[in-house]
Structures are given as C-alpha cells and as structure tokens.
C-alpha cells in the first residue's frame, strides 16, 4: 500500500531518519514510536505528501507519490493532523463534508451519498448530535472525534493520523483505537498512526516502526520491535513488562532516587 526507499528526513543540522526502507501493507496497523523530536510528524507529513524529503522516495500502490495527481492522491489517503485552527464559523456537518470533494468530479454541491456518508462518519465516533454546531464552540475531545469523523468520511484505504486519541477520555481513546483496529482487520484498509500510549499500540497494532531520532530506525512485527529493552532504548526511559490476562503492559520503570 505504501512504501518508502532510502528515505532521508533532515531538520536543520539533525538527521531524523536516514536510509529508511519500509513498507505497509493492506489490512496492516502500524505504530509510529519514538520520543519528542524524533521526527515521527515529520516522517508522517512526509509519506502523506505534505513535506519534501531530503533523499529518497516515497511510493503509494507502487506508484511514486510525486506521480499522484491531487485529486487522485486524496481518494487513495486520508491525512488526521496533530492539531488544526478553526478560523471560520462553519458546522460540524460541513467540515465533515469537505472530505468528501475528491469524489466530486465536476459537481459543486454535495449530494445524498455524499451526506450519508458524513453522517455515517459521525455516528461512528459518536458525534452526529452535534452535527449542526459551530465547529468553535466544540471541545477539544469533541473536535478530535470530529476530525477522525473527516478521515473516515474521506473513505481512503490508507488512514495516517498524527496522535488520533489527543484530547480524547479514557473511554473514547480505546473505543477509537478498536475501530481503527476493525478498519484494518474487516475492511483491510491501512493504518499508519503515531501515538505515545505503549498498551494501546500494543493493543491493536501488528507492527511498529521505532525512531531514535538521530537517523536510526527499526521496523517490524509488534511482538519483535515492542521489546522493553528495546522500547528503552529509543524512548530514552527504561521500560518494565508484564504479562496479564494474555496481553503485555509496558510500565516506565521509577528512579530509584
């Protein structure tokens, strides 16, 4: 679905990423890990389309993203950003409609299918109530759902989301991170998502890709890269295992000061 060749990402003088060869396939979910500064966003922008690489390549469906007109390019991925800025009064239901003007063609307006899906999207993360509030008077936890509402309306087989549970409660990070799951286990659609919460990467994602953010890289099955040692290694903190109920839970170890 997507893959990357010799990839080079550089910020000022640092080396981010450096020769990264990798690839998602369909119906897989992976797992962006490193710490602040890594280049996870920055790698993320970059297989979306929306930053240039310093070297190397980047290809959709085997086809060089360079090669991808726009409006193709748009029903083949959907991009969630870490944050937006709502400048304008407009409604949850037309935000969620914006996505979906890659199948437009020649229209201007919106049609039917164009407004089930939006509010099919909606239901989803639980928010088709507020589909005629401004988008400002939203919460922060409320807006997320509603962008990912966006993403899913935009009804791509490649999903890349940037934090996808910020500003989300408890119970909303995990009910989003199983359709997430569902998304590539039923619909086989591709997921590649960046996240801080160890278990819920752990949870749903069959692989990971692991940045130290000094041009190293590790990529591969989840059982092999979510190793505490290694998860240690690239997040700067010591990481404690257990097992319980069948499932790992990874813990920062205390200092002992």
């Not at 936890?141 to 890349?160: D, F, H, K, S, Y």
């Amino acid at each position: 679905m997507i893959s990357t060749r010799d990839l080079l990402l550089i910020a000022g003088k640092r080396t981010l990423v450096q020769g990264l060869d990798w690839s998602a396939q369909a119906g897989e979910c992976w797992s962006i890990i490193g710490r602040n500064g890594a280049g996870k966003s920055t790698l993320l922008r970059t297989l979306a389309g929306l930053h240039d690489a310093a070297g190397g390549a980047v290809a959709i469906g085997g086809r060089p993203l360079k090669d991808w007109p726009l409006e193709e390019l748009a029903r083949q991925r959907a991009f969630l950003a870490q944050s937006r800025h709502d400048a304008f009064a407009y409604t949850v239901i037309e935000s969620v409609l914006s996505a979906r003007h890659p199948y437009h063609a020649k229209r201007y307006w919106e049609g039917s299918d164009d407004h089930a899906i939006a509010l099919q999207s909606l239901a989803a993360m639980e928010v088709d109530d507020l589909a005629a509030r401004d988008v400002r008077t939203l919460s922060g936890g409320e807006r997320q759902r509603v962008a990912i509402a966006a993403l899913l309306a935009q009804r791509t087989p490649l999903l890349l989301l940037d934090e996808p549970t910020n500003a989300l409660d408890l119970a909303h990070q995990v009910s989003v991170m199983g359709l997430l799951a569902r998304l590539c286990r039923e619909q086989h659609k591709t997921v590649v998502m960046i996240g801080h919460d160890l278990n819920l990467a752990h949870r749903i994602s069959t692989h990971a890709l692991l940045l130290m953010g000094d041009g190293r890289w590790q990529a591969g099955a989840i059982d092999d890269t979510m190793q505490p040692a290694l998860l240690g290694d690239y997040l700067g903190h010591p990481i404690d295992m257990i097992e319980h109920g069948g499932r790992r839970i990874f813990i920062p170890k205390e200092d002992s000061a």
